[in-house]
């Protein structure tokens, strides 16, 4: 008797909750839980044709953010927009690429900063964060916050550079939204876009990041 019973509910269960709706029901549950890992669902569901590429100064200099020619003043204590990338059509980015599960594959960041000194740029010091933001400005997030001494350590040695794999705990960003670097130097300073003197070619920026398309 009780395994009739149990056949008639299954048959009922089947005719209520067809297999589409049960497979609607499993994604929603799969989108909740994902949402609690903070963006692990975006990343997952992202293409499988990744581009691994390495962004470089001339990729994130944004003149829109200048506040004169080949300048970008930086107040003491405040976080500055120093450099942008704005995301592509049909695109979508990560910071960083590969794992840290393979060293050898992962990305590496440098990052070296210099002022407006006369003659011989000096190299500035202080915080530096790397951010995403949406195309209106109203929602960023903080990817990770490193010091200039941590960034700039050695263009030619990569132990000595951070490790940066990609963010995958953080959501894709989309067509026209931003990759930012944001500074906040331990002394107001005016950073300048090309070095010259004694440092003239030592103002390198090279963050890897993830590219799906």
Known sequence: ?????????????????????????????????GGLGGGQAAAKSAPANVFKKVLSHTDWWDTALESGSG?????AGVYTTIGRFKIPPQQTYHF?????????????AYLALY??????????????RLVQRNANGTVQLVIAE??????????????????????????????DSYLEIHF????ADILVKTAIGTAAGKDIWNLP???YQ
Not at 71 to 75: A, H, Q, R, T, V
Not at 115 to 128: F, K, L, R, Y
Not at 184 to 187: I, N
Request: charged share 20%.
């Open 146 to 175: 490193f010091r200039t001494e941590q960034l700039a350590g050695d263009v030619a040695d990569r132990n000595k550079q951070i490790a940066l794999p990609e963010q995958v705990q953080f959501p894709l960003v989309g067509e």
């Open 115 to 128: 002022d407006d000194t006369a003659t011989n740029s000096v190299q500035e010091h202080g915080s530096v």
């Open 1 to 33: 008797m009780r395994k009739i019973k149990w056949l008639l509910l299954t048959i009922l269960s089947l005719l209520l909750f067809p297999v589409l709706g049960l497979q609607d029901i499993f994604s929603n549950l799969g989108g909740i839980l």
């Open 184 to 187: 906040k130097p331990d002394a």
């Open 209 to 211: 990041v993830s590219c």
């Open 96 to 108: 960083g690429f590969g794992s840290p599960a393979y060293p050898d594959n992962q990305g590496y």
């Open 71 to 75: 300048l970008i003043d930086c107040k």
